[in-house]
């Protein structure tokens, strides 16, 4: 089992540039959510599905932001337009449903907005 | 809202000494909690979980403590070695949710 495998492993971008970060879950899980870390609010939601399908982005921080899951296998995290402020650590997780199994992260994706 | 945790304290431990790892909730509707290790440069790494029904679950030298009275959950690792240097986390998560929201994490430095 690979995990859960994130890409890029690290971004640096222009303020005002299109980011799109990717995962891919582990095989057979059917929830998949999309965590940001920073120092200063530390792990926080974003968006999570199940089955492929959003099922809460309340924690989605702007318009910018944009998830998509167009298959069991492949999520995106899109950024449009980015922003100094959206540099951190995005991170991909993913579990099985039913019974509370340990959410799997991904090793993340180091955003840095210049 | 409510929260987990929400500080960043070191804790220093010498080699082959006990670490003992404290969190708080506040979430009375929580009923599923896991602590999580996440080294430099890595993803958090899953080491123990424990439901609200339990009060205390072993693992390889980790030990996870409930107390739901206090709403206060522990993690006690024996004989702490080198690699058991990172930062961890509690989480927890709602009974019939799916948002596990994670504490502000302890930073655990091993001293040999």
């Known amino acids: 089992d690979a995990g859960v495998i994130q890409s890029p492993r690290h971004e640096v971008t222009e303020m005002g540039q299109e980011v799109t970060l990717r995962c891919k879950p582990i095989?057979?899980?059917?929830?998949l959510f999309w965590y940001r870390q920073t120092m200063m609010r530390g792990l926080e939601l974003l968006i999570y599905?199940?089955?492929?399908?959003?099922?809460?982005d309340s924690g989605m921080p702007e318009d910018r932001f944009s998830a998509k899951m167009p298959n069991a296998s492949f999520s995106t995290l899109k950024i449009q337009p980015s922003e100094p402020r959206d540099s951190a650590v995005y991170f991909c997780?993913?579990?099985?449903?039913?019974?509370?199994?340990?959410?799997?992260f991904g090793s993340g994706t180091r955003l840095t907005v210049v | 809202g409510e929260s987990v945790g929400l500080h960043l304290p070191t804790l220093s431990v010498q080699e082959g000494d006990n670490s003992i790892i404290n969190c708080a909730y506040s979430?009375?509707?929580?009923?599923?909690f896991i602590w999580y290790k996440q080294e430099s440069g890595k993803g958090p790494q899953f080491i123990i979980d424990?439901?609200?029904?339990?009060d205390k679950r072993q693992g390889q030298r980790v030990t996870v403590l409930l107390n739901k009275t206090v709403k206060h959950l522990s993690l006690q690792i024996a004989a702490t070695q080198p690699g058991d240097s990172a930062v961890y986390f509690c989480?927890?998560?709602?009974?019939?949710?799916?948002?596990?929201?994670f504490g502000g994490g302890t930073r655990v430095l091993v001293k040999p």
């Open positions: 979430n009375s509707a929580s009923d599923y």
């Open positions: 424990i439901r609200s029904n339990m």
């Open positions: 599905f199940n089955n492929n399908v959003p099922i809460d």
């Open positions: 997780a993913s579990r099985l449903g039913g019974a509370n199994y340990g959410y799997t």
């Open positions: 095989s057979g899980h059917d929830y």
């Open positions: 989480a927890e998560n709602p009974r019939r949710g799916n948002k596990l929201t």
